[in-house]
């Protein structure tokens, strides 16, 4: 059994993903955070790395040393967040921190326990995420089929613009803030907040599953900055991505996605023209493995 990751942000910019891996015996934890770029003016907690990515190291940092046996993932990442809330608030300075200010993240966490005759995988996902599993033949399952609803909103804004032709990155923005931050707002007041925040008024509504897999299953999660090569820039099928992950590795991976965005920057209409990427490539043992 083998885990390759990588993660990088385009350029120089500080990274705002994360890819974490815990072993304990032979459970292993892949944990994917992708944190929600800042809508703020300001850092508030980490002027030199920022907000957002203090958040999501300091939540890995804090999961890992939150999980016990017999405690539940959704447990888990209770406890991780109070230990989180509790470090923000003891290094806040300003006398009033905006709500849209606070940082939020994406997670997806696969649990991945092999037996003697199968994989037992079980998933907490808030956010959006992307998880699938690879079989020995090559066909591809999508381990959390979702779609944030969001996105369409996004996109019509986006529209909008192209429709107007505004194609300065920083005007574009300007013009975003104010459905970017009251989203933001929405997320953090939520009851049931479908992100990763810092005080969820609620229990997280998290996307929980379990999955009984071949022992030579290949696992793959990764963030939607690397996901552009399917939904964005339509290089690949979901089946061709994972494929191509296996085959080639994750670096040449990266590779080919930052050199798509740099060929593309001039003409691409997004939000952001190139975004954090981050992936985890998990891989069993084969069917022989083990075998005398």
């Known amino acids: 059994m083998t885990t390759d ?3 990088c942000s385009p350029g120089s910019s500080t990274n705002e993903d994360l890819i974490a891996v815990f072993h304990n015996g032979a459970v292993c934890d892949l944990v994917v955070l992708d944190g929600a770029s800042s809508v703020a003016d300001t850092n508030y907690i980490d002027a030199q790395q920022g907000d957002v990515a203090w958040f999501v190291q300091a939540f890995a940092s804090a999961l890992e040393a939150a999980i016990a046996p017999g405690l539940s993932q959704g447990a888990a990442v209770r406890r991780a967040v109070d230990t989180v809330r509790a470090a923000f608030d003891a290094r806040a300075v300003a006398p009033a921190i905006p709500l849209y200010a606070y940082p939020l993240a994406a997670l997806t966490w696969i649990r991945i326990e092999p037996h003697d005759d199968h994989l037992a995988l079980s998933l907490y996902c808030l956010g959006d995420c992307k998880a699938f599993a690879l079989d020995a033949a090559g066909a591809v399952c999508d381990l959390d089929p979702y779609v944030n609803p969001h996105e369409a909103v996004l996109r019509e804004a986006m529209g909008a613009l192209t429709a107007e032709d505004m194609r300065d990155p920083l005007r574009r923005r300007a013009r975003l803030l104010p459905m970017l931050r009251a989203r933001r707002e929405s997320q953090h007041r939520s009851l049931a907040p479908e992100g990763l925040c810092l005080a969820p008024q609620g229990a997280f509504k998290a996307r929980e599953a379990t999955r009984r897999l071949p022992l030579d299953t290949a696992v793959l999660a ?3 900055g690397f996901y552009r090569l399917v939904d964005m820039y339509e290089r690949y099928t979901i089946e061709a ?45 084969s069917r022989t493995e083990g075998k005398h």
């Open 5 to 7: 990751h990588i993660s």
């Open 222 to 224: 990764m963030t939607d």
């Open 241 to 285: 991505l994972a494929q191509r992950c296996r085959t080639r590795g994750l670096a040449a991976m990266m590779d080919e996605l930052r050199s798509v965005e740099a060929a593309r920057a001039s003409g691409v209409m997004a939000v952001k023209s190139a975004d954090d990427a981050s992936a985890v490539l998990w891989t069993g043992r």
